[in-house]
């Protein structure tokens, strides 16, 4: 449509005619897409393709995780559903009667975030040496403060699955309250994109057409 408003402002108005700064922005964006469109669409795709790929990768996933655990919104859903994993997971263990070591070093893998897996081997290392699963997730920042406190009552009264099945089930209801409050954010915010985007269009054309009228009076 852009392109074929600037023709039909150019044909009308001649050549010295003027589009607004706007319009030439458009045009120069469609221009580009449209010219090299064999270029950016499979650009584009592979772009997608090869990112996927490198995720999966150990190094990728790593850098992945790390990123998603910056990100302002996600950061937080991130740390409740690894919380909710590790309380779930380490408290079905401890109830089978595994050991705290091998129910660490599994739950560490079950957890789904490398940072997170990270934190619980290098827990278990701590445990094995001698000190408190309570006191040295207390020291990791990627641990909501609740969850060191009710592992220590845990320890104190030998319930700790019985707590963490607690902790679990608030972790999880965490879960489906951010995700449901992060959607109720995106929702308007992409309404709003998307109006702005159909905003700046629509004024994109008619600001040529408004002007020729002008000029032709």
Same mark, same amino acid.
């Given at each position: 449509v852009i392109p074929q408003i600037g023709k039909i402002v150019k044909d009308l108005g001649g050549p010295d005619a003027e589009l607004p700064v706007l319009t030439q922005v458009m045009l120069s964006i469609s221009d580009f897409m449209l010219?090299?469109?064999y270029l950016l669409l499979p650009g584009i795709v592979g772009g997608i393709f090869f990112l996927l790929r490198f995720i999966k990768t150990p190094k990728g996933?790593?850098?992945?995780? $790390?990123f998603v655990l910056k990100v302002p919104g996600i950061k937080n859903i991130i740390i409740k559903v690894a919380v909710a994993r590790f309380a $779930?997971?380490?408290?079905a263990l401890m109830g089978?009667? #595994?050991? #705290?070591?091998e129910a660490l070093d599994v739950t560490a893998h079950a957890v789904g975030n490398?940072?997170?897996?990270?934190a619980l081997l290098d827990a278990s290392a701590e445990v094995k040496n001698g000190a408190q699963l309570s006191g040295v997730i207390g020291k990791n920042k990627l641990f909501p403060s609740i969850v060191s406190q009710m592992l220590a #009552?845990? *320890?104190e009264t030998g319930q700790t699955d019985t707590v963490l099945i607690k902790v679990a089930?608030?972790?999880e209801e965490e879960v489906d309250v951010a995700i449901?409050?992060?959607?109720?954010?995106? *929702?308007?915010f992409m309404i709003v994109f998307m109006g702005g985007m159909v905003g700046v269009i629509a004024a994109s054309v008619m600001m040529p057409i408004a002007n020729l009228s002008q000029t032709i009076k």
């Open positions: 010219t090299f469109w996933k790593a850098m992945f995780h $790390r $779930r997971t380490f408290s089978a009667g #595994v050991a #705290v070591l490398v940072v997170f897996e990270q #009552v845990g *320890e089930d608030y972790y449901d409050g992060l959607s109720s954010i995106i *929702e308007p």
